[in-house]
């Protein structure tokens, strides 16, 4: 009930301007009252007025009234405010539902202010006191109210469980100690507390530094982001803006082809035409002479006919030929020829464009930081889950290497082809790259003949020509090369060698872990023989899969996955 009037006498000692209980209460001669502000702020807004008027019944005042503080409606307040906080303080210091209550209090009970792990007994602030004014207690440890202090009590004794068993992690009581677990190592749960707190600092430590180190991960990666993002809009709009122009073009030879076209039609149309009206006419002379010879064949006198014969019967020689070749719908197929080979040049470059730009040149995101890479497969099953198959680029052939087998298999021979000039082609090593770029974990085999061939991943910028041993695999330090001979294994890597024991075999696994640095040779037969301790280094482009062939007649092939 209390409560209930507080509310009532609220609402009727509120202003109804700003609507809070007064401050500086007036009453005006109407009955209403207001904070003296808030009822000078209303009226000085109604200046150049001779008028002034209650807010609420609208009873107006000439002149404007003198106002005065109402002491007795200010004591009111006063009051009201504080059995208003003395209410909401006492509510606020009783337990609820999911607080930890005072164990001495009786009847409704307050909020637990400390638990004692002494006492095992939680208190309130009053009746806490004690705890501080009598020194036998002062002695007692106090910790935040805690609902779990049964937790600290042993149950086969009894005690409090003060001492910590090292030997078998758990918290016992002194009589254990003494007991079950005599001769074990023990200390007092206050220092293995001390001590794993130390542990804790640490971890926090190197939590902090790791959330801070993920933290500036985040930014570099959402500036990546922004990056692409910015890069792949300009990127759009350039092709699209060149796409339009090389359409524009396209269109315009389009017209210019198109007008060559009806011009040779048109000549060629007058040729005809005038063949056509010239033999037209020789037709007309022709009917002509038929109908002389006619009318003199019937002429039925003999001196007459004879008289007439020589001059009627003479025929001019035919100024054109007796038979004309007609050659139907292909009059320009010289010019259709011309524009299908425009139209397979362009899709050949179309194509080779797109297999540069390909999203798989595009390097992928750096790992997360301080992640430990994915352990190598031990088995060969374990390794064609990383099964890419390769084919070998074209562009790239050096003359006297010949591609088969889809562009899976290279030869050497003692001749060039006549492959066309190209900036990617090896001009002076018998070496080929892949066409498809390498990132992430791959696997891949190639199967050799002959003596002296190299495995190779490499750099798509590594040098292509030139004397200079820089264009070799293995011979700088943009490629990795296994050397393979008959009796030997060899490693190369900028020009440095080493020798390889293993068993030999035509048939070599490549391992490639791009993102963790990794990569490994494995002679393969019925098992998996490791030719080489995985290389660790940091790979900072897309690599592709290479082959160098030393001698004529050697070949090497990429298998497809099995």
Request: charged share 30%; glycine share 4%; proline share 5%.
């Amino acid at each position: 009930m209390a409560q209930k009037g507080g509310n009532v006498y609220s609402e009727s000692i509120s202003c109804s301007i700003c609507l809070d209980l007064l401050k500086d209460p007036v009453a005006l001669s109407c009955g209403h009252s207001y904070c003296m502000k808030c009822i000078e702020t209303h009226w000085d807004g109604e200046d150049l007025k001779t008028t002034y008027s209650c807010p609420q019944c609208r009873k107006t005042f000439t002149p404007r009234p003198v106002l005065e503080k109402n002491v007795l409606l200010a004591e009111l307040v006063e009051e009201l405010k504080k059995t208003g906080v003395q209410a909401a303080a006492a509510d606020h210091c009783y337990a609820g539902p999911e607080d930890v209550s005072c164990d001495v209090c009786t009847g409704r009970k307050m909020k637990a202010f400390k638990s004692c792990l002494v006492c095992l007994v939680s208190y309130c602030d009053n009746h806490l006191q004690p705890h501080y004014d009598v020194p036998p207690l002062k002695k007692h440890q106090l910790v935040e109210p805690s609902k779990n202090l049964q937790e600290n009590i042993c149950s086969s004794h009894d005690e409090v469980m003060k001492v910590f068993c090292r030997t078998d992690q758990q918290l016992i009581c002194y009589l254990c100690s003494m007991e079950e677990h005599k001769g074990h190592d023990t200390v007092s749960a206050a220092a293995e507390r001390t001590e794993r707190q130390k542990k804790l600092e640490v971890s926090r430590l190197n939590i902090q530094q790791r959330i801070q180190d993920r933290q500036k991960d985040v930014k570099l990666l959402q500036q990546e982001l922004k990056d692409i993002r910015v890069s792949a809009d300009k990127t759009v709009e350039d092709s699209e803006e060149m796409f339009t122009q090389m359409i524009h073009l396209i269109q315009n030879r389009s017209s210019e082809v198109e007008q060559q076209i009806r011009s040779q039609q048109e000549t060629q149309e007058r040729r005809v035409k005038e063949l056509q009206e010239k033999l037209e006419q020789e037709i007309r002379d022709l009917e002509r002479k038929d109908a002389e010879l006619k009318q003199l064949s019937d002429t039925s006198d003999h001196s007459q006919f004879l008289h007439n014969y020589p001059s009627v019967s003479a025929l001019s020689e035919s100024t054109h030929s007796s038979s004309i070749s007609i050659r139907p719908l292909r009059h320009f197929e010289d010019v259709t020829a011309a524009v299908k080979e425009l139209r397979g040049k362009v899709e050949d470059v179309l194509k080779d464009t797109w297999t540069n730009i390909s999203p798989s040149d595009v390097p992928p995101p750096q790992p997360e930081p301080d992640l430990e890479p994915e352990l190598e497969p031990t088995t060969r099953a374990g390794f064609l889950k990383y099964s890419r198959e390769i084919t070998l680029d074209p562009n790239t052939a050096f003359k006297k290497l010949r591609l088969s087998n889809e562009n899976r298999k290279v030869t050497s021979i003692n001749y060039q082809l006549s492959y066309p000039p190209h900036p990617d082609r090896f001009t002076r090593r018998f070496q080929v790259l892949s066409r498809e770029s390498l990132t992430g974990r791959c696997y891949w085999e190639v199967e050799w003949r002959g003596g002296g061939v190299d495995v190779a991943v490499s750099y798509k910028d590594i040098r292509r020509t030139g004397s200079s041993d820089d264009s070799g695999f293995g011979y700088n330090d943009k490629s990795w090369s296994l050397y393979c001979d008959t009796d030997s294994y060899t490693f190369w890597y900028d020009n440095d060698d080493i020798s390889i024991s293993g068993p030999q075999c035509s048939r070599i696994g490549v391992y490639l872990d791009h993102r963790a640095g990794i990569l490994s040779f494995y002679s393969v037969s019925e098992t998996m023989t490791r030719l080489l301790l995985g290389i660790q280094t940091t790979f900072t482009e897309p690599l592709h899969a290479g082959i160098w062939l030393h001698n004529y007649g050697n070949t090497a092939e990429f298998m497809k996955p099995e």
